[in-house]
């Protein structure tokens, strides 16, 4: 199903130029056994193809973990870096069937990896990736950092830094930042705003360590959001209220 019918796209938007980050796991359906749903995929681009069309220039950063995450393989026995590795090639995957929906819905789209891989993607470079984003392509980074040890979210953090982007919209499947788990604690009292040293303070999951510090230091706010109300993104660079903003 495509959630685009009854917006307005000619709405102004708040944001000009944003990084999405969504996870790996978004794409995918535990309950068909599928780590690429083509539901889940033909839904996710229908927004992202919906958003650019508002004539937002979007960089997208996805993670692994419908495939494989590097802390999974630790488990198994394989090594820390080694899982990593595997971690971002579950990435591009990822990336490329995005690129490849997108594409047949009439987007215009470029894949950037952090690893080099010139048969698959372009190399990450910050001018390039800036000029496509001006030139309205969508632009979707992948293979992490390049490094072990750094999550995709670290990336998302980096990779808004370097493009300057005005904020990150971090997609999840929780409405937006809680004082403990809402799946859990039906007493769980969402935040509709945070700043950087209040979700220190009290402890709260936005991030891990270093993309949150990342964000703080360079003043990059985050917006947590449920990707899977109906025309969410939109919404969220529309400027109106979902999920929670840390600034």
């Known amino acids: 199903m495509i959630w685009t019918e009854d917006f307005d796209f000619m709405e102004k938007t708040k944001y000009k130029r944003i ?9 995918g359906s535990r309950e068909e056994g ?8 033909e839904k996710i681009c229908a927004e992202i193809k919906a958003v650019a069309d508002m004539g937002v220039e979007i960089g997208l950063v996805v993670g692994g973990g419908n495939i494989f995450r590097g802390l999974q393989g630790s488990e198994k026995g394989i090594d820390r870096t080694t899982g990593d590795s595997m971690g971002m090639l579950a990435t591009v995957i990822n990336g490329l069937a995005i690129m490849d929906r997108l594409e047949k819905m009439g987007a215009v789209v470029r894949v950037q990896s952090a690893i080099p891989m010139d048969k698959l993607a372009e190399p990450y470079i910050q001018r390039r990736a800036t000029r496509h984003l001006e030139r309205g392509r969508i632009v979707i980074f992948v293979a992490g950092t390049g490094n072990p040890y750094f999550s995709t979210d670290t990336t998302a953090a980096l990779r ?6 005005e904020i990150i919209l971090k997609a999840t499947k929780v409405d937006g930042i809680y004082d403990k788990d809402p799946h859990k604690f039906d007493d769980a009292t969402k935040y509709e705003s ?6 220190l303070e009290k402890r709260l999951s936005v991030m891990d360590a270093t993309a949150f510090s990342l964000c703080m230091d360079n003043k990059m706010p985050i917006l947590v959001f449920d990707l899977e109300k109906q025309n969410s993104i939109r919404t969220a660079v529309s400027g109106e209220t979902i999920g929670t903003i840390v600034s």
């Open 160 to 165: 808004a830094s370097e493009i300057s982007a």
């Open 34 to 41: 599928e780590p690429i749903y083509a539901r889940s995929l």
């Open 194 to 199: 945070l700043t950087y040293m209040e979700c």
């Open 19 to 27: 990084i999405l980050k969504i996870s790996g796991e978004i794409l």
